[in-house]
């Protein structure tokens, strides 16, 4: 079946613009996660999802991050004024049950300000 | 596509060789450990994990080794093959939250 996508797989944008990173689970999964990964590093927990409810974004920079999952599927990553240093791979995963342990990652999506 | 793994320990295996990748942990109240395998150019992918009340479990040419006492994790691959290149990520969980460490890069040697 069809897995994890994410997109756009690659955003360049201007510091100051807000961007949306888009994220659709696999179909039937319940928990859905938020990463940034810089390169040569493992995935930083950002946020998650159990259904539409956010049970833990404390791993958001800063409060320019937020994240959505109104219908309990799809999921929006929006970062407002971006800036530089929020260059980098944003990930999504998704877990069929609430507290399974094994997450499916999606491709990402490269989000470069310039 | 995607370098990951820049600046990454690397481990350097003859292919046919068993590999043994190690990672320190620092949670004492996690509650699994696992092991996931990155690609270049793709996300991690769940490889084996460990619930943190034991210390040995095996999969299908792995086995996942879990030490409490000095707070270690290692990763054993049998017979490594060309397959087996990647970034190799140990990861702890406790509740719904999953922390990675710094991977090691494995690079298999036809």
């Known amino acids: 079946g069809a897995g994890v996508s994410q997109s756009p797989r690659y955003k360049v944008t201007k510091r100051g613009q807000d961007v949306a990173l888009r994220c659709d689970p696999i179909s039937g999964h319940v928990s859905l996660y938020w990463y940034r990964q810089a390169l040569g590093q493992g995935p930083e927990f950002l946020t998650y999802f159990n259904y539409e409810a956010q049970q833990d974004k404390s791993g958001l920079p800063n409060d320019r991050f937020s994240a959505e999952r109104p219908e309990g599927s799809i999921s929006t990553l929006t970062i407002q004024r971006t800036e530089q240093r929020d260059s980098a791979m944003y990930r999504c995963?998704?877990?069929?049950?609430?507290?399974?342990?094994?997450?499916?990652f999606g491709p990402g999506t490269r989000l470069t300000v310039t | 596509g995607e370098s990951v793994g820049l600046h990454l320990p690397t481990l350097s295996v003859q292919e046919g060789d068993n590999s043994i990748i190690n990672c320190a942990y620092s949670n004492s109240a996690s509650d699994y450990f696992i092991w996931y395998k990155q690609e270049s150019g793709k996300g991690p992918q769940f490889i084996i994990d460990i619930r943190s009340n034991m210390d040995k479990r095996q999969g299908q040419r792995v086995t996942v080794l879990l030490n409490k006492t000095v707070k270690h994790l290692s990763l054993q691959i049998a017979a490594t093959q060309p397959g087996d290149s990647a970034v190799y990520f140990c990861a702890e969980l406790r509740g719904q939250k999953v922390t990675f460490g710094t991977g090691t890069k494995l690079q298999v040697i036809p």
């Open positions: 995963a998704s877990s069929l049950a609430i507290g399974d342990y094994e997450q499916y």
